[in-house]
């Protein structure tokens, strides 16, 4: 069956440590991976796309790495702040590059300062 | 610019009643959608339209309705509302179909008694 899990458990970081979300994906091949952030109560924020020819990409003290082979990406953030602390979803383009994005559960990120 | 938006904000409505959420955007994009987000599900898509005057399904269109007369406008009627459509429902647009970013409305709380 196909499926998108990233970690369920919220994870709990110190201000200025860096942290690495996973997001691993079966049954899919999808052309592009996305990551949003959504703050509690709020619709989620575009962050980053990569595609499925793009090893890496990077915004700010952001990372996205994006491995078809393992079907797995990894989120980077680095230098963390409180204001990091969020739900990190990452979303994958689920049928043949036609915007209908399939979305993990997120994965909530405590950073403390 | 509001982007998008969203309305009611939030709704408690008993079992059996019609309800249309609605969702406008003022970016001009051609493809819009409507999300359910349950906790422990993640965003799962209702239904989808590439451009006005077409929709399609998404992974639980079952319930659920939508139209895309124009542009800007893409509401989401439920017939007859039952318990399990309880949930936080969001629309988003993209400026098309693939490789891009989606923009995310406020979401509508919706309870269904």
């Known amino acids: 069956s196909q499926k998108i899990e990233q970690n369920s458990e919220a994870l709990n970081i110190q201000e200025g440590k860096t942290d690495t979300l996973t997001c691993n994906y079966t049954n899919y091949s999808p052309a592009y991976l996305e990551w949003y952030r959504q703050d509690p109560g709020r619709g989620p924020v575009f962050l980053l796309l990569i595609r499925e020819n793009e090893k890496e990409k990077r915004k700010e003290r952001l990372k996205v790495t994006f491995d078809t082979t393992l079907k797995q990406s990894l989120f980077h953030i680095t230098a963390s702040q409180p204001a990091d602390s969020a739900t990190y979803l990452c979303?994958?383009?689920?049928?043949?590059?036609?915007?209908?994005?399939?979305f993990g559960q997120g994965t909530t990120l405590q950073v403390k300062p | 610019i509001a982007g998008i938006t969203q309305a009611p904000t939030s709704q408690i409505l008993a079992a059996g009643r019609r309800m249309t959420l609605r969702c406008t955007q003022d970016?001009?994009?051609?493809?819009m959608y409507w999300y359910r987000q349950d906790l422990g599900l993640g965003l799962r898509l209702i239904h989808y339209?590439?451009?006005?005057?077409?929709?399609g399904k998404g992974e639980v269109p079952d319930g659920y309705s939508v139209s895309r007369a124009n542009t800007d406008d893409f509401p989401l009627t439920l017939a007859s509302a039952v318990p399990s459509q309880t949930s936080v429902y969001f629309c988003?647009?993209?400026?098309?179909?693939?490789?891009?970013?989606?923009?995310f409305g406020p979401g509508t709380r919706l309870t269904v008694l």
């Open positions: 970016m001009r994009h051609n493809a």
């Open positions: 339209s590439n451009t006005a005057g077409t929709t």
């Open positions: 988003a647009s993209s400026s098309g179909s693939s490789y891009n970013e989606q923009f």
């Open positions: 979303a994958l383009d689920g049928s043949s590059n036609t915007g209908k994005l399939i």
